[in-house]
């Protein structure tokens, strides 16, 4: 298999499953409005793993966020924050493979591969919460609440998922 086609065939995976996850805390009330937790952000560690994941992830937000009827600046402004997360884990996951390749310096930290996603939700979020949709409450409650969200969808159960797949990185992504 080409690789080019592998990686599409990645993506469109991590795109799907980012869907499926998000639909299913959709219909329990934990996708949206002011305090969200998302299954699916928990895969915002793969970037670390799989370059393929960026897209992915980025598609699945796009189309998790039209299917769950979120209005067009949030389509936009959301998937961008899941974008600058997901790229910020990818270059985390890089430096930790030249770190370690090259023993010349000090390898990151692998657990801080959820903490671009958290950071970039934080920040964007809130804002889409108060002025798009216009919910009551200040922009840093916002950003308390969508922070706690992010800590246990990205952090809890992304480095979950994390310490799983790096167990079996050998035998999952080639």
Not at 128 to 135: E, K, S
């Amino acid at each position: 298999m080409k690789k080019t086609t592998l990686a599409v065939t990645q993506a469109a995976l991590i795109a799907a499953l980012y869907v499926v996850l998000t639909l299913l805390a959709n219909a329990l009330g934990l996708a949206n409005y002011a305090i969200q937790l998302r299954f699916s952000e928990a895969l915002t560690v793969l970037p670390f793993f799989l370059p393929a994941a960026v897209p992915g992830l980025f598609a699945g937000c796009i189309l998790s966020n039209l299917l769950t009827g979120c209005l067009p600046l949030d389509v936009v402004f959301g998937s961008l924050a899941t974008l600058l997360g997901a790229l910020g884990t990818l270059f985390l996951g890089r430096s930790y493979r030249a770190a370690t390749d090259s023993r010349t310096s000090r390898a990151p930290l692998w657990w801080a591969a959820p903490i671009p996603p958290i950071v970039a939700n934080t920040l964007i979020v809130p804002f889409v919460l108060a002025y798009v949709y216009r919910f009551d409450g200040s922009i840093p409650y916002f950003m308390l609440t969508v922070g706690i969200g992010e800590i246990l969808s990205c952090g809890v159960l992304g480095l979950l998922l994390f310490k799983l797949l790096e167990r079996y990185r050998k035998y999952i992504f080639f």
